[in-house]
Every structure is written in C-alpha cells, then in structure tokens.
C-alpha cells in the first residue's frame, strides 16, 4: 500500500509569491490534515479536510488556505508569501480523521522563503 | 487548554542503555495518545498509539509506553538504544473535539557509541 505522498519535496519562494503544495493520502482514507513544522513553534495544525469539506482549522491567517478533491487529495495554498512561512509543511492521512485515529504522516515540502 | 509536555528536549544516552522519554497530557477526558518519531528531512513515523485496551503498549523497533492515568503520562521506554534510534521523537494527544493532533515540543534523542 503506498504512503502519504506529498509534492514537491523542496520549493524556494521570494516573499509576496504564493504557493501550492499538493498531498496523496492514503488510498481509502478521506481525511488529509495539514501542520506546519518550524524549529520555534513545533508543529501546528493548520486545517482538517473530510470528503471535500473542511472539518477544522486552525489559528492561521486567511493566507493559508486548502481543498481537497473527491479523489480525495488535497492542496494546500500560501499568498502574499512572508519570511515566517519558512518551514516544514507536513500532510497527514487518515481513515476517519479528527484525531482519535491513527494519522500517517508524508515526507513534508520544505518551503523557503527569501 | 489541552497540551502535551514532553520534559527534556535532548535525551543522550549510551548504546545498549534504556531509553525513557517522558510525556504529560493534560486532556481531561479519555485521551488519544500518540508517539512519532521523525529523521532528519523526513515526516513523522507513528511508533505507537494508546487505546485503552491496554496500558502498556507495544509499538514498532522495540519500543513500548505505558498508560499512568494518576500521572497523566505516557512515557517512552526501549530497553536497549541502538544506534539507530537516533531521531526526534513527538508525543501526541488527540482527544480534543478539534479533529487536531496536539503535539509535545519534541525530544531529540542522541545514541552514543
């Protein structure tokens, strides 16, 4: 059974650019979660997606934002990019999602922003 | 709020000795507990999870955490670090109604030949 599979694995953006990363879950699992990993505040939830609706989010700005298609692989887009977005984007796939089932996690896309 | 403490961000210790890496929840309800662990350049691993089935849990590579409600804990033990072992590791609750994991800040364990 293939993993998480998140593309592309290193991006350098310059600040203002916006960007899209991309996440293949699981085959069969409808949840796709996404954190942000940086060396200063650890990993933070960003949103949930189940079946093509965002289930939860977190305490990000409006620039982050994400889908998820009927295929059930999401996207995750960052505008009006900042020096701060540098980091470590992590994909999470589940069966059920919402944190009481197991999450398997994708290598990550490493953003740098300059 | 809930929140998960992981005391310790570097645990060094020497091939062939115990490994103990301790975790705290502060999730009043059944908790969802989790461990990872995470190479460099790499996502995060699921070593094991809690179920209430059980408290002593058995995850992959030897390694094992047992459940203490009256402690709120979830440490990480392995009886014999090996070298390979070498990684960060992330303590996890997933209990709340947020549909999120919370994670620990991390400890990075360093295995010494």
């Known amino acids: 059974k293939a993993g998480v599979t998140q593309t592309p694995r290193y991006l350098i953006k310059t600040r203002g650019q916006q960007v899209t990363l991309s996440c293949s879950p699981i085959?069969?699992?409808?949840?796709v979660s996404w954190y942000q990993q940086t060396p200063g505040q650890g990993l933070q939830f960003l949103f949930e997606?189940?079946?093509?609706?965002?289930?939860n989010k977190g305490n990000f700005p409006g620039r982050f934002s994400g889908r998820q298609f009927s295929n059930s692989r999401s996207e995750m887009n960052v505008s009006t990019l900042e020096l701060g977005d540098s980091a470590l984007y992590l994909c999470?796939?589940?069966?059920?999602?919402?944190?009481?089932?197991?999450?398997?996690f994708g290598q990550g896309t490493r953003l740098t922003v300059v | 709020a809930q929140s998960v403490t992981q005391l310790g961000s570097h645990v060094s210790v020497s091939e062939g000795a115990l490994v103990l890496l301790r975790c705290n929840y502060s999730?009043?309800?059944?908790?969802?507990l989790f461990w990872y662990v995470q190479y460099p350049n790499q996502g995060l691993q699921l070593l094991l999870k809690?179920?209430?089935?059980?408290?002593l849990v058995k995850g992959i590579n030897g390694f094992e955490a047992e459940f203490k409600k009256s402690e709120t804990s979830f440490h990480l033990t392995k009886p014999s670090a090996h070298m390979s072992d070498a990684a960060e590791y992330f303590c996890?609750?997933?209990?709340?109604?947020?549909?999120?994991?919370?994670f620990g800040q991390g400890t990075t364990l360093q295995v010494k030949p």
């Open positions: 085959s069969g699992h409808r949840s």
């Open positions: 997606y189940f079946s093509e609706t965002q289930r």
């Open positions: 809690y179920t209430s089935a059980a408290t």
């Open positions: 999470a796939s589940s069966l059920e999602g919402g944190g009481h089932t197991e999450a398997f």
């Open positions: 999730s009043s309800v059944p908790p969802y």
């Open positions: 996890a609750d997933g209990s709340g109604n947020t549909g999120k994991l919370i």
